[in-house]
């Protein structure tokens, strides 16, 4: 008899490398045999298959739920048999967008972009798994031991005092523990249903301050469906908005990314794994991956990453919630002498676009925070502030729920570091911060 297998232990071979086989039955016992495209791991419990076409095997499954099913490790090439029963077909919802992704993602690497269309994802209670006889080679020992980084990467994050340093620290435990060399950071920007970035690491451009709406491409769905999304072969579909980019920037129409931060990608990924970042009920932003490589991350790898948002989703409302340090609650400075030809600094109040003369620096929330800040400065002669005062203040309008203040001041802060502004943001304390201004400056409220 051969030895109980578990579920969770053969979750290699459910990432499409070698086909699995399904054979059914209609209610006359007649069986029909036929090749999966997609095998999703559900559970300890159970599986999804892809429903993609009324086809024989389908009307099979809907006359006589008891199927096997044989799959095989690409590892080890151990076969294994499942006994299954179908239970459900969802058409909607977490697991339906995770398969439906990964489906864009196979049809793309086979050269099927437009015939693979998921219908529903059919869900199976696995009653057993049973290994079949044959030759197996040896398991490979793995490239690293992923609980063992991401005990690492947990006290490390445990360790950061501002999310300034939380953001940096956690890209550098993903590319010296996990080995990722692409990843970035975006936070929900809630009143407008989108994503902005607030840190990346290893693109040309840092992307800071780029946006994508909520439910676009592997980051915007994972935010929406609060859920993973992960992808082992490059897609078009969930990657076109950098195509269009490419061609608006080459057309007639190029003045219309004038207020557009391009997001920062690599321009031939093979492998993406969006996790999103959450504190109980609320979403506070997508951690994103990217890989050169097909295949590059596994059910362990979005395991652990998934771990790692969560640890990290804690570690910043917990920052994002701390009080002031009293002793840097100071007294407003008094104004450093500025000299040279002033900056014209104009606001558009349709958008909350900030122009540092002819350059487009941020819009948005982060556009009215700097804009306040600015006419503060000018207007009042203030350099000192604190989080806290901002999150009062009318004018900038955020929302009653994760207004997520913090996160939007290091994205501004390292927006204007990274184009050399003459006007920097420069933390002083837990929760304050002052406005550095090495020229005189010129308000011009458009709209």
Wanted: glycine share 8%.
């Amino acid at each position: 008899m051969s030895p109980r297998v578990r579920l969770d232990t053969i979750r290699e071979c459910f990432e499409g490398v070698i086909p699995a086989v399904l054979a059914t039955s209609d209610r006359d016992g007649m069986p029909n045999v036929s090749y999966l495209t997609q095998v999703q791991y559900v559970d300890r419990e159970h599986v999804a298959l892809s429903y993609q076409f009324f086809n024989k095997t389908r009307a099979n499954i809907l006359a006589n739920p008891q199927v096997k099913m044989i799959v095989v490790s690409p590892q080890t090439a151990a076969q294994y048999q499942l006994t299954m029963q179908f239970q459900r077909t969802e058409t909607s919802g977490a697991l339906f967008e995770s398969m439906r992704a990964k489906l864009a993602g196979i049809a793309s690497h086979v050269g099927m972009c437009g015939v693979f269309q998921l219908l529903g994802s059919d869900v199976f209670r696995v009653t057993d798994v049973a290994l079949l006889p044959g030759e197996r080679l040896p398991a490979p020992a793995g490239e690293r031991n992923l609980l063992a980084a991401l005990r690492v990467c947990s006290e490390r994050l445990q360790g950061c005092r501002d999310l300034d340093r939380l953001f940096d620290e956690t890209l550098r435990c993903l590319d010296e523990k996990f080995g990722i060399d692409h990843a970035m950071l975006l936070m929900l920007d809630a009143p407008g249903a989108s994503l902005y970035t607030v840190a990346s690491h290893g693109y040309t451009d840092s992307g800071i301050g780029s946006e994508i709406a909520m439910g676009e491409g592997v980051i915007g769905v994972a935010a929406r469906m609060r859920t993973p999304i992960r992808i082992g072969h490059m897609t078009t579909e969930y990657g076109y908005g950098r195509a269009i980019r490419a061609q608006l920037e080459d057309s007639a129409r190029a003045g219309e990314l004038a207020e557009q931060i391009p997001l920062p990608g690599l321009p031939g990924s093979r492998s993406q794994l969006a996790v999103p970042i959450s504190a109980g009920e609320r979403t506070l932003g997508v951690l994103y991956v990217e890989s050169d490589q097909d295949l590059r991350f596994t059910y362990d790898d979005e395991d652990a990453l998934v771990a790692l948002a969560a640890q990290f989703g804690l570690a910043m409302t917990v920052l994002q919630g701390a009080a002031p340090e009293p002793a840097a609650v100071a007294a407003p400075a008094q104004l450093p002498v500025t000299a040279g030809e002033p900056l014209v600094i104009r606001h558009f109040s349709a958008t909350d676009s900030v122009f540092f003369g002819d350059d487009y620096l941020i819009k948005g929330v982060a556009g009215r925070v700097l804009w306040s800040l600015v006419q503060d400065y000018v207007q009042r002669g203030r350099s000192a502030f604190t989080n806290r005062e901002l999150r009062l203040d009318p004018r900038i309008r955020l929302p009653d729920v994760n207004d997520n203040l913090e996160a939007r001041l290091v994205l501004l802060a390292r927006r204007l570091a990274e184009r050399n502004c003459p006007v920097r943001i420069e933390k002083t304390g837990r929760g304050t911060f002052r406005l550095a201004v090495q020229r005189p400056l010129a308000l011009v409220a458009v709209g």
